[in-house]
């Protein structure tokens, strides 16, 4: 829940998703740009929770994977967009919480 939680301090005091985030939901003609960021996005993310996912014993831990980082993702970009009233004046700690909840394996 940390590297959530600090992900979420991050955008907060940008007031803007990072750079990665920015990337990822862009919508730009420059495909090697999303793609770079898609493989960024594997690295530093994806693949560190598939693997603690993994030994956790979660089917498709990928796959999980995948879905958690992408709400993360998702959560990132509301937040800071501000169309959301509750989920924008929620404290970090309390949306990591929730996230962390919907990562718990169930197999």
Do not use: K, W, Y
């Not at 994806?46 to 996912?53: G, H, Q, T």
């Not at 979660?58 to 009233?85: H, K, N, W, Y």
């Amino acid at each position: 829940m940390g590297s959530t939680v600090e992900a979420l301090h991050r955008a907060d005091r940008r007031g803007a998703p990072g750079p990665l985030v920015q990337a990822l939901l862009s919508r730009s003609d420059v495909a090697e740009a999303r793609t770079t960021a898609a493989d960024e996005a594997r690295t530093r993310l994806i693949s560190p929770l598939a693997n603690r996912l993994a030994a956790e014993g979660a089917d498709d831990p990928v796959g999980r994977a995948e879905v958690l980082i992408s709400c993360l993702i998702g959560v990132i970009a509301l937040r800071t967009s501000t169309s959301f009233e509750r989920l924008s004046a929620m404290r970090p700690e309390e949306v990591g919480a929730i996230l962390e909840a919907a990562a718990q394996t169930h197999t």
